[in-house]
Structures are given as C-alpha cells and as structure tokens.
C-alpha cells in the first residue's frame, strides 16, 4: 500500500512541475489578485489532474483487465479540437497578462469571485492538449503495468497523486505570495509580460500544430 501511495505521490509532484501555462497562471493570479486566489486556482488545477488520473487509472485498467484492449488511441480522436480551443483560450489569457496594468488596489477591485478562479483553471486544464497524453505515457509506462495493481492499490495510488499534485501547487503558491510583498508595481509589470509573453508563445505553438492536423 505504501509503495503505490509514494509511487502516486511522486507522479503528482513530476506532472505539476512539467512547465506549462497553468503553473504561470497560478503565478499571475497570485500576484495580480491575492494568495486566496492563487489558492483557488491550484485546487483547479488539482481537480483537473486528478481527474484525468482517475480516468487513466480506473480506466485502462478496467479496459485492459476485462476487455484485452492495449490500444487507447481512441483517447486522441479529439485532441485537435481541444488543441485548438485550449490554443485560443490560453491567447486570450496571455494578450490579457501581457497588457495587464498591476495596481495596488488590485486585490480590493478584483471583479470576479474565487469561484471563476477555480473554475476557469479547471476547465483550462481539462482542455489542455497535453495534459491526458502525458498522464497517458506516465501511468502506462510506470504505474499501470505493476502486476500487483488493482482497484484497491489504484485508489491508493490515486490518493498519493492528489496529494503530490495539491502539496506543489500549494507550496509555489506560498512561495509566490511571500514574495509578493517585495514586488513594485514596475517588478510585477515586467513579470506580467514576461508571463504574458510565454503563454502566448506556447499557444501560437500549440495552436500551429493543432492546425497542422486537419
């Protein structure tokens, strides 16, 4: 039980620091908003990824065990489409952060809840193209070929990814808000096109090669 909790563990501290946008929104709605913020953000990010863990660790299982299927190429019929609408969203996150104007009273005249954080990171993650091949590769090559797995070690296993996943974000959060105080308004402006520019960057990427597949 221990072995498949740590194995689980140690993939969800590996898949949360993969760097990616969503580590960089976290980052900015830390800084631009509030640490709660920051914090509702990552618990999305946590839901989305546990997720798609579940799916991939009670899924293929299931799949493989009953029905003798090892090919989920079935999984990728739609990642064009999500590669295009996760391309153009996250375009419109990073024109936002890039021309986004820090200001001292930002926290007292945020115009959206905890709730929008939460949920609009979680959808992001949920869309993001990479996010099901990478637990896909991740979980097939190293936690779901164990002889010894079944429901029971994968719901352990489970719990220990959320757990390391949860125990990551948390932690750049806190990292991030601690440093906060030291941050002047033109400190923030450059990280926020600097952030901004990233983001950017990688959905013009992603967004060419989702093209580049129909």
Known sequence: MIYFFIKGLLFGCYSASIPGPIGLIC?????KDSKLSGIASAFGVVT????YAAIVIYGLTYISEQFHIHDFNFLFLWKSFLQLLGSLFLLYLGYTTFFS???EKTNLEKNHSLFYDYISITLLTIIHPMLVINFVIIFASFGLSDPDINFY???IMLLGFTIG???Y????VGVVSALNAKFNTR???I??????GIIITFAIFMLSRGLAMF
Do not use: H, M
């Open 165 to 167: 996943s949860a125990s």
């Open 169 to 172: 974000y948390l932690t750049l």
């Open 101 to 103: 104007v820090p200001d």
């Open 48 to 51: 989305a990824e546990t997720f």
């Open 153 to 155: 070690n994968a719901t």
């Open 27 to 31: 980052i900015k709605r830390t800084l």
């Open 191 to 196: 990280i926020n096109q600097v952030c901004g």
């Open 187 to 189: 400190l923030i402006k």
